[in-house]
């Protein structure tokens, strides 16, 4: 990792990153990028996964892997490529997953607070352990869970429309 970056993710933030986009009307939605995860497309796609409004200020391709890392998504663009993948439109696997900032929000939401805890910047770039995620659902009643993210991940349709395993 980039001595740049490494200095960046320290860097101290009271607010996940957020992301503007324009919508067909041309208003600007902001979105808070509060999942994290990867996407497996080859190192000249990063501009391609900018256009579906995944936020790869943050990321880094990972040549062993073919993938990249540390891609960071609205809720609102996971549940999108969600959709996107489901219908065949969305060519590459990919899975998002709360932060650990997230999942430290949600429980200190659960807990009654309103206001969120300062965290470094990796701490919105790193995924929450999935254990401690299932542990929060189970804790927490269904109205509670309403307002939670779930993790998403998406395997593109093979031709004639079969997921891959």
């Not at 993948?85 to 807990?111: C, H, I, M, N």
């Amino acid at each position: 990792m980039s001595t740049w970056l490494e200095k960046r993710l320290e860097q101290v933030v009271h607010h996940p990153p957020r992301r503007s986009y324009s919508d067909c009307d041309g208003r600007r939605i902001e979105e808070e990028q509060t999942l994290t995860g990867h996407v497996t497309a080859a190192r000249d796609r990063r501009r391609e996964l900018e256009d579906y409004g995944i936020d790869m200020d943050l990321a880094q391709f990972d040549e062993e892997r073919g993938r990249w890392e540390g891609c960071l998504f609205s809720a609102q663009v996971a549940d999108m490529l969600q959709q996107l993948t489901d219908e065949g439109q969305f060519p590459y696997p990919f899975e998002a997953l709360p932060s650990v900032a997230e999942l430290d929000w949600l429980k200190r939401r659960t807990a009654g607070a309103e206001i969120r805890a300062l965290h470094p910047l990796r701490a919105y770039r790193t995924p929450a352990p999935a254990e401690k995620l299932a542990k929060l659902a189970e804790a927490t009643s269904a109205q509670e869970r309403s307002g939670m993210i779930l993790p998403f991940t998406g395997t593109p349709a093979k031709p004639g429309g079969k997921k891959e395993p």
